[in-house]
Structures are given as structure tokens and as C-alpha cells.
């Protein structure tokens, strides 16, 4: 199974992708959890082009450094775990790539589309978790442990595309989203939803 995590910054995308490798594990399950960009040796060094404030990157430039990113991490993780019956948990994944460079930078969508195809070698979740914040808590919450990464200091107006982005996404494929509003809800109410699902889906595959 091939769960990922994705929404806004500051949504818990880690916090929660964290809790849910420990609880699946507890339940005598292997577990990988990984994380875009950066899961893999390139990946570490295509992050820090991505996410370092002084790079000035074009938009094209930066959804092949993504493109890039994924490609590396598909082949050399992800599908590797899977072929070993591991649960892969990925924080953040295709719909990032979809919400920000379509949303946020307004890339065409067939290019997008496109890069992520090939980068992900068709490989879809089998479920995702959208975890929606508003921009304004979402920034808060991201920064409140230090500087604000290149993503965290677009202006609000990206931050709402991107969520806008993410919302539509979901909206258009059902069967394998899941979205859960975090602005008002604690960690341990989230992830008490989060695991709801999961033990239904994993009490689908006996
Ligand atoms: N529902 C919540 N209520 C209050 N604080 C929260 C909530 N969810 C997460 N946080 C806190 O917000 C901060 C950001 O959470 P986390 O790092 O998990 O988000 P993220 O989606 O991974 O962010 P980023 O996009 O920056 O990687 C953490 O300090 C976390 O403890
Ligand atoms: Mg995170």
C-alpha cells in the first residue's frame, strides 16, 4: 500500500506521516516512510537548490528540479519498498508537484501532468491524506521553529492558489483522497481520523 500526505505548508504533513509509521508498525507491519523532495542522495542536494531562500529559480527550472527529485526517489525507494511488501508512506508526493507548480506558479498543466507521469513512472497512491489548513495558520505554524524556507516566503496570494489547488485536486478523485481540516483541530483529534481510515482500508485487504 502506498499512502501519501500532502497540503499546505504547516498542515502536519510530517507530524502526522510520523504517528502513522509508528501506529501501522504496532501493528506488526513494515513500514517505509520517506519524504519529497530529498528521499534519496541526489534528492538531499536537489532539495537544498529547491528550498534554500537565495536560489532564484525559473519556474521551468524548478518543476524539472522536482521532476528530477521524484524520478530518483521513485526508482530507488519507493518502488524497491513496495516490491518488498513494505507499507510506503510518503510525505508529500504527485499532488504537490500539481497544487504549487500548476497552482502556485501557473505552469501549464499538460507540461505538469506530463513531468509527473514520467518522474513517477505512472505510480499513483493508493491513498491520500489532504490535510487543509489556511494559509495564515498554516505559515505560522511552519516558521514558528525558524526561518521561513523559499516556499514559506511566497506571498499569501500563492498560499491561497496552492490550497485552492489542493482542494480541487481532491474534489476530482474521491475514491483516493481523504481531507481533514486542521485549523481547529489538535494533533491527537487528526490523527485519530488518520487511523481510522487506515484500519478500515487495512481491514478491506483481509
Ligand atoms: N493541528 C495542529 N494544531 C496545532 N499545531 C499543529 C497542528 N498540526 C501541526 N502542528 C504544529 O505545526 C508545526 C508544523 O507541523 P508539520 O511540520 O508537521 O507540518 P508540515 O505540513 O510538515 O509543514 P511543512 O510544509 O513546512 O513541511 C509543528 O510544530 C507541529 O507541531
Ligand atoms: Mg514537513
Do not use: W
Not at 138 to 159: M, N, P, S, W, Y
Not at 175 to 188: H, K, L
Amino acid at each position: 500500500m502506498f499512502i501519501t500526505f500532502e497540503g499546505p505548508e504547516g498542515c502536519g504533513k510530517s507530524t502526522h506521516s510520523k504517528r502513522l509509521k509508528s501506529y501501522i508498525e504496532g501493528k506488526g507491519l513494515r513500514v517505509l516512510l520517506t519524504f519529497e523532495p530529498g528521499g534519496t542522495q541526489v534528492g538531499k542536494e536537489i532539495r537544498s537548490l529547491l528550498l534554500k531562500p537565495e536560489s532564484v529559480l525559473d519556474e521551468t527550472t524548478e518543476v524539472y528540479l522536482f521532476a528530477a527529485d521524484r524520478s530518483e526517489h521513485v526508482s530507488k525507494i519507493i518502488l524497491p519498498a513496495l516490491n518488498e511488501d513494505k507499507i510506503v508512506i510518503s510525505d508529500r508526493f504527485i499532488d504537490s508537484t500539481l497544487a504549487y507548480q500548476i497552482g502556485g506558479r501557473r505552469l501549464p498543466e499538460d507540461l505538469v501532468r506530463y513531468l509527473n507521469m514520467v518522474s513517477s513512472k505512472g505510480l499513483v497512491p493508493d491513498l491520500t491524506f489532504l490535510l487543509d489548513v489556511s494559509p495564515e495558520i498554516g505559515l505560522k505554524r511552519a516558521t514558528q521553529h525558524g526561518k521561513a524556507d523559499r516556499f514559506e516566503q511566497e506571498a499569501i496570494d500563492f498560499h491561497t492558489r496552492v490550497r485552492k489547488s489542493y482542494l480541487r485536486i481532491a474534489k476530482d478523485d474521491p475514491a483516493r483522497f481523504v481531507v481533514i481540516n486542521t485549523d481547529d483541530q489538535t494533533i491527537e483529534e487528526i490523527q485519530n481520523k488518520i487511523r481510522e481510515t487506515i484500519d478500515a482500508k487495512l481491514g478491506d485487504q483481509n
